[in-house]
T-cell receptor
Framework: NAGVTQTPKFQVLKTGQSMTLQCAQD?????MYWYRQDPGMGLRLIYY???????DKGEVPNGYNVSRLNKREFSLRLESAAPSQTSVYFC????????????FGQGTRLTVV | AQSVTQLGSHVSVSEGALVLLRCNYS??????LFWYVQYPNQGLQLLLK??????LVKGINGFEAEFKKSETSFHLTKPSAHMSDAAEYFC???????????FGKGNQVVVIP
């Protein structure tokens, strides 16, 4: 029972490079999310997808794009990485409805130099 | 929009002493409230949640939290701290029909032997 799986776990990019963070869940959840975690800032929502075929901006969407490929997969793309995007990125999923808990992946630690 | 305030980024507690982490929320409608725990280099996992049933909620590892509408609070407590409680703790809020979790900035708990 894998839950939420993120790849890669670690990545170093040079400024201006692009990359895609992958996320897949096997719990048949409708909603998926991308958060970034920075020291002293908690988790901030980048983008989310309430259901297959829909995506919406969160609190800090600038510099990112997302794709909800199917019900299982939700990817996050950095088109031109910047040092300010150095962070730990978490993917999460939940059933639709505010009362349901979110399940988190193990995170991707990204460093942009 | 809903929001969460957690005061005191670092909390030190002696082993065997009371753990108290404060969480206050802002919401125009009745919220759903969550506490998550994050151990080093891991994702977040649910400790407990309030979804309008009992106001005193018991979670895993001996933690509990009480929802107080009049104080807009959802403080987390554990009567006796254990070394294994050293982790970062996040309070989060969501609303009915809107499963976008808004997180507080977190409390890093250090347990002193």
């Amino acid at each position: 029972n894998a839950g939420v799986t993120q790849t890669p776990k670690f990545q170093v990019l040079k400024t201006g490079q692009s990359m895609t963070l992958q996320c897949a869940q096997d719990m048949n959840h409708n909603s998926m999310y991308w958060y970034r975690q920075d020291p002293g800032m908690g988790l901030r929502l980048i983008y989310y997808s309430a259901s297959e075929g829909t995506t919406d901006k969160g609190e800090v969407p600038n510099g990112y794009n997302v794709s909800r490929l199917n019900k299982r997969e939700f990817s996050l793309r950095l088109e031109s990485a910047a040092p300010s995007q150095t962070s730990v990125y978490f993917c999460a999923s939940s059933d639709y409805g505010g009362e349901t808990e979110a399940f988190f992946g193990q995170g991707t630690r990204l460093t942009v130099v | 929009a809903q929001s969460v305030t957690q005061l005191g980024s670092h909390v030190s507690v002696s082993e065997g002493a009371l753990v108290l982490l404060r969480c206050n929320y802002s919401s125009s409608v009745p919220p759903y409230l969550f506490w998550y725990v994050q151990y080093p280099n891991q994702g977040l996992q649910l400790l407990l949640k309030y979804t309008s049933a009992a106001t005193l909620v018991k979670g895993i590892n001996g933690f509990e939290a009480e929802f107080k509408k009049s104080e807009t609070s959802f403080h987390l407590t554990k009567p006796s701290a254990h070394m294994s409680d050293a982790a970062e703790y996040f309070c989060a809020v969501s609303l009915y029909g809107n499963n976008r979790l808004a997180f507080g900035k977190g409390n890093q708990v250090v347990v002193i032997p």
